[in-house]
């Protein structure tokens, strides 16, 4: 197996249409999938990953710190426009910080769905009914800028005025959010599967404090027993829907294109690895 690392999209598509390459797991252009159809020599997969893209809300500072001004924002966004925008209408939305592959899951889009009067009146609620602004450090990554610019022209339809700050990824992003928590808002996609156990971490970049959410992950940790720990992610998965610490978006897809003589790629991601002990090439 030979690995090549080609981080434009178009020299991807390419690549693959040359048949210089024999497969891109992670194809990195969503917009392009549908070049492929006619192709007789390749194939494409449309799988989950756990790449689950979410707005971060410091929850230490206002106006965030108001559980009515999360739950406005959350009902200020419509998931499935998101997604159509940011990704071309390839991703799962989520409604809390959880995806499909992982066990226990539980669909928790329906808490707060898109409803923008809602919004404008939980916003009043909390004192800002004659407006809000916020900033939002955005890394340099095509998902997350596309998805603020949409979150932009939405929040302005309930009276937010959201700033986007490009803000260089790793480096500088790690540095003011992840490590001096210096922010008001931000976007990225966490990969590490089953993680939901991060909003109970101290320090961890949300700054979100709940006691009732941290002693179900204490007992997450302290048994055994498969079916009690689903019952408890479950829980999880419902309390931080409703307390809305960040705003859940959607789980990137994982976007496989390949020859079709190609047997045994991953069409899902549950970690985020090439895993190639069961591929081989079909006679």
């Known amino acids: ?45 449309i799988g989950n990953t756990e790449l689950k893209v979410v707005a971060g809300m410091n929850n230490a500072r206002k106006p965030f710190s108001d559980r009515r001004v999360r739950e406005a924002l959350m009902h200020a966004l419509d998931r499935g426009t998101i997604i159509d925008g940011a990704w071309s209408a390839l991703g799962t939305p989520i409604g809390s910080h959880y995806t499909p592959n992982d066990r226990a899951y539980k669909d928790m889009t329906g808490i707060y769905s898109y409803d923008p009067e809602k919004a404008k009146a939980l916003l009043k609620k909390a ?23 949409i979150m932009q022209v939405m929040f302005s339809e309930v009276g937010v005025t959201l700033s986007i700050e490009p803000t260089e990824f790793p480096a500088k992003w790690v540095q003011d959010v992840f490590t001096s928590r210096d922010y008001d808002m931000t976007i990225v996609a966490h ?18 404090r709940n006691p009732a959410f941290d002693a179900v992950m204490a007992k997450v940790e302290a048994t055994t027993d498969t079916a009690e720990q689903d019952r408890l992610y479950t829980e999880a998965q419902e309390i931080l829907a409703k307390d ?21 790629l991953w069409k899902d991601e549950p970690i985020p690895s090439n895993v190639l002990s069961e591929v081989y090439w079909a006679e």
């Open 191 to 208: 990969a590490e599967p089953m993680d939901i156990d991060i909003y109970a971490r101290d320090p961890y970049y949300f700054n979100y």
């Open 244 to 264: 809305v610490p960040a705003l859940f978006l959607f789980v990137m897809p994982k976007l496989g294109v390949h020859d079709r003589k190609l047997r045994g």
């Open 127 to 149: 004192g800002y009914g004659d407006g809000l602004s916020v900033t939002i450090k955005v890394p340099q990554m095509s998902y997350a800028t596309r998805t603020a610019e």
């Open 1 to 45: 197996v030979t690995f090549r690392f080609i981080p434009d999209p178009q020299a991807q598509s390419a690549a693959l249409v040359s048949g210089d390459v024999d497969a891109f797991p992670e194809f990195g252009a969503p917009e392009l999938m549908s070049s492929f159809t006619e192709n007789e020599r390749l194939t494409t997969e």
